[in-house]
């Protein structure tokens, strides 16, 4: 149980265009959907914090306009990249849980390359 | 705040010798702790995790944490390493709120010698 996944596991997109990653939850209702962005060689940084049916709460420094993120539904986040520079190549990785978990269940990630 | 310190961005062991992977934490409130492991272009993997209870947590593949509130240290063993346990390993705390909302350490790459 508790398997998180996520679509596409890797994308590549010309600069300026927008790239769609959808995070799923596929046994359980989550609740809350976290997005998170790793540089190479680098941590894991919060980039926002969703709940279903509510606006997302974006960390300092990460632009609401550019990261779009909607979680319409109990299974479903998605984060939308807009206007796609080089400089948002990363590798995104979301998690999610619910209210009766202790944890949040990663999914495998994304790797963003914009050329 | 939470924070979390992992000492040792690179750590390097011989097959079949001990692994020790450091964690210190800062945290306003009691932590929920976490060690993950990632492989390269992989999502994380959760090794093992502390909530409350038995300071002493076994994890998966063979890994433990021992949780030493006054030492405020949280730090990752396995008695003999495979060649398999090379991977990135990721330390982290929750928020102060228990949200699922997880503060990392910089991770620490473990590389097993043959």
């Known amino acids: 149980g508790a398997v998180v996944s996520q679509h596409p596991s890797w994308v590549i997109c010309k600069s300026g265009t927008s790239v769609k990653i959808e995070c799923r939850s596929l046994?359980?209702?989550?609740?809350?959907m976290f997005w998170y962005r790793q540089f190479p060689k680098q941590s894991l940084m919060l980039m926002a914090t969703?709940?279903?049916?509510?606006?997302?709460?974006?960390e300092q420094g990460v632009e609401k306009d550019k990261f779009l993120i909607n979680h319409a539904s109990l299974t479903l986040s998605t984060l939308t990249v807009t206007s796609a520079h080089p400089e948002d190549s990363s590798f995104y990785i979301c998690?999610?849980?619910?209210?009766?978990?202790?944890?949040?269940?990663f999914g495998q990630g994304t790797r963003l390359t914009v050329v | 705040a939470q924070s979390v310190t992992q000492l040792g961005s690179h750590v390097s062991v011989s097959e079949g010798a001990l692994v020790l992977l450091r964690c210190n934490y800062s945290?306003?409130?009691?932590?929920?702790l976490f060690w993950y492991v990632q492989y390269p272009n992989q999502g994380l993997q959760l090794l093992l995790k502390?909530?409350?209870?038995?300071?002493l947590v076994k994890g998966i593949n063979g890994f433990e944490a021992e949780f030493k509130k006054s030492e405020t240290s949280f730090h990752l063993t396995k008695p003999s390493a495979h060649m398999s346990d090379a991977a990135e390993y990721f330390c982290?705390?929750?928020?102060?709120?228990?949200?699922?909302?997880?503060?990392f350490g910089q991770g620490t790459t473990l590389q097993v010698k043959p």
């Open positions: 982290a705390v929750s928020d102060a709120s228990n949200t699922g909302k997880l503060i």
């Open positions: 945290s306003s409130v009691p932590p929920y």
């Open positions: 998690s999610a849980r619910n209210s009766q978990n202790t944890e949040a269940f």
């Open positions: 969703s709940n279903e049916g509510s606006k997302a709460t974006y």
């Open positions: 502390y909530t409350t209870g038995a300071t």
């Open positions: 046994d359980f209702q989550a609740t809350t």
